[in-house]
């Protein structure tokens, strides 16, 4: 049998080695010792690891170990800014502090499940600090699945199918540039768009070169503290982010065309929480926040365009401090077109904007109220870049951006730059990056 | 002079060529029948384990999108692809009509988003051969007339009628 296997690749070979791993696991488990073990290391390892051993049952362990496949990559980036920094100091420096590290395992068992989950050590600047921790962990049951129809559920830590690509933002080889285009996947609210810890229905009806598919997904975890700090930051207010009744949900239907030359994707998220404001004899905060993502993309052989609108919604009462409430519609949208001169290389322009108000463009009211430069509540950019596919597995991209406000800069390099006297409303970026998957 | 001649004759001979029935036949074998020969220089095969023969291009098309994930006789679907190889761009182009590297991309989702598994990815025809005789469930593609069906590998057909 290792024999006839001997010319396969590497993922082959692992399937044939997790069988003896699943009953090594097995084995250790029955002993009762594992977890303990590993305990103090983080909860969020021990939660996929408790999802694997709990299923790692006798009768369970060959099927679930027996098709586990492992992919991943690592990237590292190089940024440079005029002014203001951007994961780390870039400003008229070069930041390496931007690199991230991915490790997906999936499997499928018992027929109609499979279990997908993935460990990220993210550096990004002073806003990640490159702790491993549980991305992304949920168990995938399907129903029903033939050539017309297929209908399930998930649970667990699932990735938020926030517009084409709040699911991927993270991978490189699936972005179009070395960042989601941050007008609309802005790095500062990254954690709490990303995944939401809660239960997902999802139905597609396939015909012969188009599909529409719909995607449920609900959770009413509460907010971790970085959420509403990141949130809180908007205002010159000191209160403990202390977030409760916290709940999301993401409506998505997306219509795949003649073998996805044409994809049109329509979105609806929300989220809403309380500050819990007990602890200072106040009222609690409501936040609640609310998007509507229409996607379309067009491509042709050479060219790839695409495009993303996204109004928001943003309603915040009983600020403590006397701030009036808020009430604001916000909006961001890009336009991108890639040229793909041959399979190894691309170029792509791209224009993107932010507006925290779309009645207030400039930002001069929202600064009035909170005090806060403008150019904060706005940005809006021309980015130019250029991929090359150096192999299957190694991807480099270089990319230009000319950037006016300063509204997607992650708020603790941008409080390092009010620091450092470095915040500035027209600025430049050059970033360079190198990704490797495996 | 004699170049004109010689150019009078060669014309006058091919035109006689042409004349001729088997000539012609020739001919047309050779315009109309290339085409569809060349179209049919991939062989699909999968694991003897798979309980059909024939597919037709939509389900070839959901297998290797990785939308349908058993087999009638609810074997999973291990699907199994060379990449950005000649034969795996005149696969996806041909049999698919999907642009490679859209394939690659919706690949790419399904993977990184925790929604589905990739493909196995060989480089070689002889991995591609040890891959589906040894993964029950499995499907790939081949250069025409590159195996034969035995005790653990078979062909299958691509019939839309």
Request: glycine share 8%.
């Amino acid at each position: 049998m290792i024999n006839r296997i001997a010319g396969l690749n590497k993922t082959v070979k692992i399937t044939i080695n997790m069988r003896v791993v699943s009953n090594l696991i097995y084995k250790v488990n029955c002993k009762g010792f594992v977890l303990g073990a590993i305990y103090n290391k983080s909860k969020q390892i021990i939660l996929l690891l408790l999802t694997l051993t709990t299923f790692s049952t006798n009768c369970l362990a060959e099927d679930f170990f027996s098709n586990v496949r492992f992919d991943g990559y690592i990237s590292q980036s190089f940024i440079h800014t005029t002014d203001n920094n951007f994961f780390g100091k870039s400003d008229d420096d070069i930041s390496l502090d931007f690199t991230e590290i991915e490790l997906l395992l999936s499997t499928t068992f018992l027929r109609n499940f499979q279990f997908s989950g993935s460990l990220l050590s993210r550096h990004a600047g002073e806003s990640d600090n490159g702790d491993i921790r549980l991305d992304h962990g949920f168990i995938t049951y399907t129903a029903f699945n033939n050539i017309d129809w297929s209908i399930g559920a998930r649970v667990g830590r699932i990735k938020a199918p926030h517009g084409f690509y709040n699911e991927t933002r993270d991978v490189a080889f699936t972005r179009p540039g070395i960042l989601a285009p941050q007008s609309m996947y802005l790095e500062r609210y990254r954690n709490w768009m990303f995944a939401a810890d809660g239960v997902e229905f999802f139905t597609s009806r396939n015909w012969s070169t188009d599909s529409l598919s719909l995607r449920l997904l609900y959770s009413n975890k509460d907010p971790d503290s970085e959420v509403v700090e990141e949130f809180l930051s908007a205002f010159p207010i000191n209160i403990a982010p202390n977030g409760k009744n916290g709940k999301t949900g993401v409506a998505k239907l997306l219509y795949d065309h003649d073998t996805g030359k044409i994809r049109l994707g329509l979105s609806y998220g929300f989220m809403s929480y309380d500050i819990d404001n007990s602890a200072i004899g106040l009222q609690d905060t409501q936040m609640s926040s609310s998007a509507v993502f229409l996607s379309g993309e067009y491509n042709t052989q050479n060219w790839k365009f695409v495009g993303e609108y996204a109004p928001i919604k943003v309603k915040v009462s009983d600020l403590p401090g006397g701030f009036p409430d808020q009430n604001k519609d916000g909006l961001s949208y890009y336009l991108q077109t890639t040229y793909r001169i041959n399979p190894q290389f691309e170029l792509f322009l791209r224009r993107g904007v932010l507006l925290y108000d779309k009645d207030d463009k400039h930002g001069e009211m929202l600064a009035q109220i909170t005090g806060a430069p403008a150019h904060s509540f706005y940005a809006k950019n021309w980015v130019i870049g250029t991929g090359w596919y150096f192999s299957d597995s190694l991807l480099f991209r270089l990319e230009y951006s000319d950037i006016e406000g300063t509204g997607w800069v992650p708020s603790k390099d941008y409080a390092q730059s009010v620091k450092t006297g470095s915040l500035k409303k027209d600025w430049e970026m050059v970033m360079f990056q190198a990704s490797y998957r495996f | 002079m004699d170049k004109t001649r010689l150019t009078e004759s060669t014309i006058i001979y091919l035109i006689k060529m042409l004349k001729s029935k088997y000539i012609t036949a020739l001919f047309l074998c050779v315009i109309f029948g290339v085409m569809p020969c060349s179209a049919n220089a991939i062989d699909i095969v999968a694991n003897a384990s798979i309980d059909t023969e024939v597919l037709t291009t939509r389900e070839l098309r959901a297998v290797f999108s990785l939308r349908l994930k058993h087999w009638p006789n609810g074997l999973p679907i291990t699907v199994i692809a060379f990449n950005k190889t000649d034969l795996h761009n005149s696969f996806c182009k041909q049999l698919l009509q999907i642009f490679p590297h859209q394939l690659k991309l919706g690949w790419d989702r399904v993977t990184f988003s925790g929604l589905g598994q990739a493909p196995v990815i060989v480089k070689t025809q002889k991995e591609m051969v040890a891959a589906i005789k040894n993964i029950p469930g499995a499907i790939g593609y081949l250069d025409f007339a590159e195996v034969n069906d035995g005790e653990f590998i078979k062909k299958m057909r691509l019939d839309d009628k």
